[in-house]
């Protein structure tokens, strides 16, 4: 079974991605669960959420506590959050992380002995459409340095999702993340 910890903050759709997530494993075939860790929170507050995959059907209903994957949609949460915390030894890591930040992540990620991925997600989202809304970027991002889903589910999920021209755009900032992650 894997199991993915995703970190980011209220507003960021960190929910929604992780649904997505989950429904794009089960149109790969396979079982998925997803759930949210937060509270009221307030916009803004750092919060979590989980997905399991699997091949077989998921009778474990509990937290996520030994993600094999941890995804960090803001980089400033690596100062303020454990984020590798329970992340098993041979797992990985894929952070939106500017230039600066890579470094930091590679360090985040040598001191946990996981591997680590970065991408600029942030840019990448500014150029395509205008705002730092960077959960479809990565949607992809995790997809290609995971291989648990393959982009084109993800794609159809959020075209389900997403209707019409945002559905599209959504689609290209998928791929986008998939194509740009890279192993730091």
Do not use: C, W
């Not at 649904?19 to 759930?35: H, M, V, W």
């Not at 730092?132 to 999920?157: F, K, Q, R």
Request: aromatic letters at 8%; proline letters at 4%.
């Amino acid at each position: 079974m894997e199991e993915i910890r995703f970190h980011g903050r209220a507003g960021q759709g960190i929910l929604t991605a992780s649904r997505l997530f989950a429904q794009a494993a089960i149109i790969d075939g396979k079982y998925a669960q997803a759930f949210p860790d937060f509270g009221p929170e307030r916009l803004g507050a750092p919060v979590s959420a989980f997905v399991r995959i699997d091949g077989e059907p998921i009778e474990i209903r509990s937290q996520v506590y030994t993600p094999n994957a941890v995804a960090v949609f803001e980089e400033s949460l690596l100062e303020t959050v454990p984020i590798t915390r329970g992340l098993v030894s041979k797992g990985f890591l894929v952070v939106n992380a500017g230039e600066k930040g890579s470094a930091e992540v590679k360090k985040v990620g040598d001191q946990a002995k996981v591997t680590s991925y970065a991408i600029n997600a942030s840019k990448i989202a500014v150029e395509m459409i205008g705002t730092p809304t960077v959960s479809t970027i990565m949607l992809g991002a995790l997809a290609g340095a995971s291989g648990y889903v393959t982009v084109d589910s993800l794609e159809s999920v959020v075209k389900e999702r997403f209707h019409g021209a945002m559905g599209d755009t959504n689609a290209k900032m998928i791929r986008s993340g998939f194509k740009e992650v890279h192993k730091i």
